[in-house]
């Protein structure tokens, strides 16, 4: 992941997102690539929690600022809402009761458990229910549970990208991202270009629309967005 970090520990000038809010901090996935477990350590007088061991969480960020257009809003960056260890009551917060309450915004999110998904039933339509896949291990099962997930938009993110992604049916995904390892070690992960064109040729067979980040280095600037988010910006401006 990559931007320039506030005070707060968020993100900004995320290529597919227009803001990054972060009402809760912490996750006990415990991931290799997990570049906000390394923000805190850097960071530590900003951070007064355990990450890998205890939730932060911020009430007050889920009153957001009067902005005047619909934002695309990267909800959560530095969690996983989706984590078993997450309460219910926060969920309700953050994935129910603060969208509903700012319909015209969407709130993109993203999991490493989709399988929680399914469990939590419907979700307000301008959330994205996304989830993030490294490499094939867990491609088909968290492709199965997305589309289990009741959402308007389910996507997902290759990024960082660190192997091939095998052929598999992504019919009931709307938008894709695929961008490379940034930070500490990222030039032992750079993506090969085959692996980035075979990806990108399996999601277009399937209508899947895709937004490819700058580290990749790209000949051709490809920045699409899902197709239920350009209708919602027709009914909000």
């Known amino acids: ?38 923000i805190t ?15 932060d969480w911020h009430p007050e960020r889920l009153v957001l600022p009067n902005w005047s ?10 969690t996983d809402f989706m984590g078993r260890s997450v309460p219910s009551s926060y969920i309700d917060a953050a994935l129910y ?6 319909p015209q915004h969407g709130f993109q999110i ?12 419907k979700l307000p ?10 490499g094939p291990g867990t491609l088909n099962s968290t492709i199965d549970s997305l589309r289990k997930t009741q ?30 390892m940034t930070g500490p070690g990222s030039k032992k992960f750079s993506p090969q270009h085959i692996w980035v064109s075979g990806l990108i040729k399996q999601l277009r067979k399937h209508g899947v629309r895709v937004f490819l980040k700058d580290n990749l280095h790209w000949p051709k600037a490809m920045r699409q967005m899902p197709e239920p988010w350009k209708l919602h910006l027709k009914t909000w401006r």
């Not at 009761?97 to 700012?102: H, L």
């Open 125 to 134: 339509d301008n959330v994205w229910a996304g989830a993030t896949i490294i």
């Open 69 to 78: 257009t619909p934002q695309r809003i990267f909800w959560g960056s530095m």
């Open 1 to 38: 992941m990559s931007g320039k970090r506030t005070q707060d520990g968020l993100y900004k000038n995320i290529e597919w997102t227009d803001q990054t809010i972060n009402p809760l901090i912490g996750c006990a996935h415990g991931c290799t690539f997990c570049y906000a477990r390394r």
């Open 41 to 55: 350590q850097r960071f530590k007088s900003q951070f007064s929690k355990d990450f890998d061991n205890e939730l």
């Open 151 to 180: 959402a308007s938009i389910r996507w997902i993110s290759f990024e960082p990208l660190v192997a091939e992604i095998p052929e598999a049916d992504y019919s009931g995904i709307s938008w894709a991202v695929i961008g490379a």
């Open 97 to 102: 009761e603060t969208p509903s309450r700012y």
């Open 110 to 121: 993203l999991t490493k458990n989709p399988a929680r998904y399914p469990e939590i039933g």
